[in-house]
Structures are given as structure tokens and as C-alpha cells.
């Protein structure tokens, strides 16, 4: 049994009665916009990131390589992705992650509200969405929703037990109102949307 399991098998002990989630009902009037993907791609570049919309048919690997030409150590495990010089899968440690300066991963749920993606761990060690000097997150356009109510709605973690929102870069500002980027996090996300049509 792991630590996580251990935990919660007594917590499980302690608490006498369960209950059932409440069902959510949105308010009407709830978050909604026109052009979700127009959205989505306004508030991540207000909040530092980007939104890159790509074509019928374009190459990931060269969009990739043209937003970040200078790019050296590029991690990924997602097959389609042959720029990447090495699967972070791969790696022993997470120590092994340092250094990282692109990783290219799979986002599942975009939200137009915030342009924060949801991403359920898809690679072994999380650390690499922290790790790397710039993240890009490939996202189905189709899976972008309104509101983070949209959002909770459809998360699912996987066996890793997991995920996160991601909603640009790391940012991070004092009392004397001086904004730090990449404190403790990626210096710049770029968010590619892709579309199965």
C-alpha cells in the first residue's frame, strides 16, 4: 500500500458517514462566449502565454521548431513529436529532467474562461511541467470549454492520480509590484491548437 493509499484508508476509518458529490447545476447566465477558441487565445496572451491555432495538415514539428528556434534539449512522448531529442519517459530521475528547455506535452481540457488547459500527468515524472524553460501544450481545439464549471465537469485522472491547470507561464509579483516570470515554472507556454477535422 502506498503512502497516498495509506493516508486515506484512515481517513476513510475516521469519518463515520459518506456522502454523495452534489450535483452542480450552473446558474443561468453562467460564463458563455461566442468563439470559445477566439477566447481562449485572447485571455492566454493576457496572462503572458500564447494561443497558436494550427492548420489543416500543418507539421507540429516544424511550427515547433520555428516558435522555438534556439531550443536544444527538447523533451516529449508523444510519438508524432520527432524533434524532441529525448522521452522524458526514459529518464531514471527527476534530477535527470534539469536542463529541459522545451518539453512538448498533451493538454485535454482548454477553458476560454481563464486559458487555463487541464493536464491529467502524461508523463512519468511530473516535474517536467515545472522543469522546463518553456512548456508547449498541444490541444485539441474541439476540447476547449466555456467555464471551469464545463471544466470539473469532465476531468479525469488517470493511474499517475495527477493533473493540473496550466494557464500561461509561471508569474509571480511582490509588494513593490515587480512581476517575475518563471519563478518556479516555465518561462513561456505556448499552447498549440490542433483539430481532428
Known sequence: MSSK??????IRQTVGTGYAMPEIILPAGAVEYGDKTAQFAAVSESVGGRAVVAGKGADLNEMIRSLYPAAKTIASNIPEITLATFNPDKTGTPYELDGTELAVVRGEI???????????????????????????ILLDAEKI?????????????????????????????????????????????????????
Open 110 to 136: 482548454g477553458v476560454a474562461e481563464n486559458g487555463a488547459v487541464w493536464i491529467a500527468q502524461n508523463v512519468k515524472e511530473k516535474a517536467l511541467y515545472f522543469i522546463a524553460e518553456y512548456l508547449v
Open 145 to 197: 470549454v466555456h467555464n471551469m464549471h464545463e471544466a470539473y465537469r469532465q476531468i479525469r485522472l488517470n493511474d499517475y492520480g495527477f493533473g493540473l491547470f496550466i494557464s500561461g507561464p509561471s508569474k509571480t509579483a511582490d509588494i513593490e509590484q515587480a512581476l517575475v516570470t518563471g519563478a518556479h515554472g516555465a518561462k513561456g507556454v505556448t499552447v498549440i491548437l490542433t483539430s481532428a477535422v
Open 5 to 10: 493509499e495509506e493516508i486515506l484508508s484512515r
